[in-house]
């Protein structure tokens, strides 16, 4: 893991605006300018999206919290490699993305994650989480364990734009931007993905 980014700097002058709250763009302007304090303010309001984004994405906490301080340490690298034509919050959900997707292939070349291998019927659904026993559970905390389990099990190209799109509610638009394909493919995609997971999901209401 590497350093926690939280308190590095002491609090510096912000600009006012009507919300007192100023933008990313505004933040990573001033961060560009030196303003370390400015970064601060970015990871505070990125670090929690960013690990559930990423979460969802590569299925493990260790190697989601380790790919949001690896996101985090290259967005205070190549600061200035940003350019406010581009909204931030696709800048840095693309290196988020980015970094996901080469875990997910490592873990491919290394045998690691091979479900993909197997039927849908031969699937083993036992959801890994230690100490986690679902018969003591309530039926809802079961549901969005499922629901999660399933997500995960989507090919990448599916489960990236379901989780970008419906977890974290993300304009198709930005979505585009983000994994660099037409609006009409993400569309495509999280309308073909939503599908997919639906019969997961009945299936699996089905077998209970």
């Given at each position: 893991?590497?350093?926690?980014?939280?308190?590095?700097?002491?609090?510096?002058?912000?600009?006012?605006?009507?919300?007192?709250?100023?933008?990313?763009?505004?933040?990573?302007?001033?961060?560009?300018?030196?303003?370390?304090?400015?970064?601060?303010?970015?990871?505070?309001?990125?670090?929690?999206?960013?690990?559930?984004?990423?979460?969802?994405?590569?299925?493990?906490?260790?190697?989601?919290?380790?790919?949001?301080?690896?996101?985090?340490?290259?967005?205070?690298?190549?600061?200035?490699?940003?350019?406010?034509?581009?909204?931030?919050?696709?800048?840095?959900?693309?290196?988020?993305?980015?970094?996901?997707?080469?875990?997910?292939r490592r873990r491919k070349r290394r045998r690691m994650?091979?479900?993909?291998?197997?039927?849908?019927?031969?699937?083993?659904?036992?959801?890994?989480?230690?100490?986690?026993?679902?018969?003591?559970?309530?039926?809802?905390?079961?549901?969005?364990e499922i629901i999660h389990w399933e997500i995960n099990?989507?090919?990448?190209?599916?489960?990236?734009?379901?989780?970008l799109r419906d977890v974290q509610e993300l304009s198709?638009?930005?979505?585009?931007?983000?994994?660099?394909?037409?609006?009409?493919?993400?569309?495509?995609?999280?309308?073909?993905?939503?599908?997919?997971?639906?019969?997961?999901?009945?299936?699996?209401?089905?077998?209970?």
């Amino acid at each position: 893991m590497v350093e926690n980014f939280d308190n590095t700097t002491q609090k510096s002058e912000q600009p006012k605006r009507r919300d007192n709250r100023p933008s990313d763009e505004d933040l990573i302007e001033r961060f560009q300018k030196g303003d370390v304090y400015a970064f601060d303010l970015i990871v505070k309001r990125y670090k929690e999206q960013l690990l559930n984004f990423v979460y969802r994405f590569v299925g493990s906490q260790e190697e989601a919290e380790d790919i949001v301080q690896e996101t985090f340490l290259r967005v205070y690298r190549k600061r200035h490699a940003y350019k406010r034509i581009a909204k931030f919050s696709t800048w840095i959900y693309t290196i988020a993305g980015n970094l996901s997707r080469t875990e997910l292939r490592r873990r491919k070349r290394r045998r690691m994650f091979s479900v993909t291998d197997m039927g849908f019927e031969d699937r083993d659904y036992e959801i890994s989480d230690d100490g986690h026993n679902p018969e003591t559970q309530v039926d809802s905390v079961i549901q969005e364990e499922i629901i999660h389990w399933e997500i995960n099990n989507l090919s990448p190209k599916f489960r990236e734009v379901i989780i970008l799109r419906d977890v974290q509610e993300l304009s198709y638009e930005e979505i585009s931007k983000i994994i660099k394909v037409p609006i009409g493919t993400v569309k495509s995609r999280v309308n073909r993905g939503r599908l997919k997971l639906q019969g997961k999901l009945k299936h699996l209401l089905k077998k209970k």
